[in-house]
């Protein structure tokens, strides 16, 4: 690449573009001390907390997807990777890719420090697919040591490439940058979205900022995908809600569970704007209507425009991003899983971070939420299946699910609820379900609830991650509480054991209660409701681990409730990596 000339790499960016953060968080802290100055060359050889099934690389660092999308039939995932270490920082574009979405096979990193425009760092951002079926990258890169932010792009070297294993970078970067005439802070103003093309023939892309404590989209307008315009208002903004990290806006389809493409606008879709929050690490999304005419945003009358509203994940999960699998006609959710274990652990065991099961996502019925489900390849991993008959579960009780991989498994269950004249009275001022779920654990009884699944359980209990519901009669319907308690995961008091909670949009007079989780070690990622509410967590035992690990079912309510359908199957290893591949050119 350094002995390409500029007017080489200008031509070849003529031919592909001629049809006509920094992921910088306030939690990343930047550990100077721990950061080697080459890379980790092992990690120890015992390994519980390693997931078997979700995606991680064997070493270091690992935050935000970047770029997912598809291309001549193979899937892509790029992410933010620390090839120094196991603690933030030294943030390249590592690259994998897939058949599945499921099992992986990494490449050369695909995007690092090279030019001024990103000389500290290279940071979130996403990819388009351009007419002709021409992939394009734009992303953060931080200029100066005032981490003054602007936005970049690259493109492939080798378009006959399938694997997109080289990326060169548009020699007139940075494309967007901040200044005092375009009123954008220069610290804050990062990760650009997936384009999308207006029916002028305008591509538009957001980019997140803040002004004060107003959280912004700020929206841009090019012609050519090189020169680019700050439009006079952001597409949406919010009051109180801090910077905006990692956001994305998509259309979704008003009928069925197909995904569209980003640039379907009409009477047949809605659309969704997600944004990331820097200041508590909560996502939030609302659904509602995009105004191709005045290039704005409306969320629709109930979505509310903060982390008290809805969510894709109540539980640890960030700097999330979507694509549209075109060859599958769905869209896909990708979104980092942190560690909840201290910074001296990580670095013992010699990694951090992984990324969450991908999601097919669609609008619900009742167009006022999202729906999200593990994508369907994912059963390709199932094995040993195990299935329970229907049975009643009386209060105080457990049943062992045996035959399957504790530590490794994907369980469904569902539940029916014979009574539901016992249930404890919702009081109003429980408007917080994260709270409530904290004050109302596993251990507090109530008349229905809390039933559900000790997952990573030792056999005497000491330690276990309890997924479960409890229902209460509120004035004129009855509230579903979904609940993921750590406070009892680990005998580790060094580890986060936040306990998640979610309010359940299902009524249980006329549906099912029904659970997915999928137990991978040091993950348990629990979809309640068919996907209406999700909760990931962290959890590492030292008790349940391995072998001595188990699964319950349970109900320590007073009153009974009915299993329906309880099928549990041990999960395969999937191929991620053999290796990892470090090679920066």
Known sequence: MANRSTFSLFLL???????????????????????????????????????????????????????????????????????????????????????????????????????PSDHYGCWSGSATILPGDKPIILYTGIIDPENTQVQNLAVP??????????????????????T????????????????????????RVIIGS????????????????????????????????????????????????????????????????????DDTKHEYYTIGT???????????????????????DYGKYYASKTFFDHEKNRRILLGWINESSSVADDIKKGWAGVQAIPRKIWLDKSRKQLVQWPIVELEKQRENHVQL?????????????????????????????????KAEVFNPSWTDPQLLCSQKGASVK??????????????????????????????????VLMCSDQSRSSLNDD???????????????????????????????SFGGGGKACIAARVYPTLAIDKNAHLYAFNYGTEKVKILNLNAWSMKKAHIFESVIEDLK
């Open 13 to 115: 960016f003529s031919l592909l573009l001629g049809h006509g953060v920094t992921e910088l968080q306030a939690s990343h802290h930047v550990y100077q001390h721990l950061q080697s100055t080459s890379e980790t060359k092992s990690s120890p050889p015992s390994q519980p907390y390693r997931t078997g099934y979700h995606f991680q690389p064997p070493k270091n660092w690992i935050n935000d997807p970047n770029g997912p999308m598809i291309y001549k039939g193979i899937y892509h995932l790029f992410y933010q990777y620390n090839p120094k270490g196991a603690v933030w920082g030294n943030i390249v574009w590592a690259h994998s890719t897939s058949t599945d979405l499921i099992n992986w096979t990494p490449h050369p990193h695909a995007i690092y420090p090279s030019q």
């Open 157 to 178: 070297k080798n378009l006959s490439d399938p694997y997109l294993r080289e990326w060169v970078k548009y020699p007139q970067n940075p494309l967007m940058e901040p």
């Open 210 to 277: 803040k002004i004060h404590r107003k959280g912004l989209a700020v929206l841009y307008r090019s012609r050519d995908f090189k020169k680019w315009t700050k439009a006079k208002h952001p597409l949406h903004s919010a009051k109180d809600t801090g910077m905006w990290e990692c956001p994305d806006f998509f259309p979704v389809s008003t009928s069925g569970q197909n995904g569209v493409d980003a640039s379907t606008f009409g009477p047949n879709v809605k659309h969704v704007l997600k944004a990331s929050l």
């Open 290 to 312: 995009y105004n191709i005419t005045l290039d704005r945003y409306f969320p629709d009358k109930g979505s509310v425009d903060s982390d008290s509203g809805l969510r894709y």
């Open 495 to 525: 580890n986060d054991k936040t306990t998640y909670g979610a309010f359940l949009n299902v009524d249980p007079v006329h549906e099912k209660l029904s659970l997915r989780s999928l137990i991978d070690h040091s993950i348990v990622e």
């Open 389 to 421: 008959p229907s049975q009643f579960l009386k209060g105080g009780s457990r049943i062992e699910v045996s035959g399957v991989t504790p530590v490794q498994a994907d369980v469904e269950i569902s539940f029916e609820i014979p009574d539901l004249k």
């Open 446 to 479: 109530s008349a229905l609830g809390p039933f559900g699944l000790l997952a990573l359980a030792s056999k005497d209990l000491q330690e276990y991650t309890a997924i479960f519901f409890k229902i209460f009669k509120g004035k004129d319907k009855y509230v």
């Open 180 to 203: 005092i005439e375009n009123e954008i802070n220069g610290s804050s103003f990062r990760d650009p979205t997936t384009a999308w093309l207006g029916h002028d023939n305008i591509w």
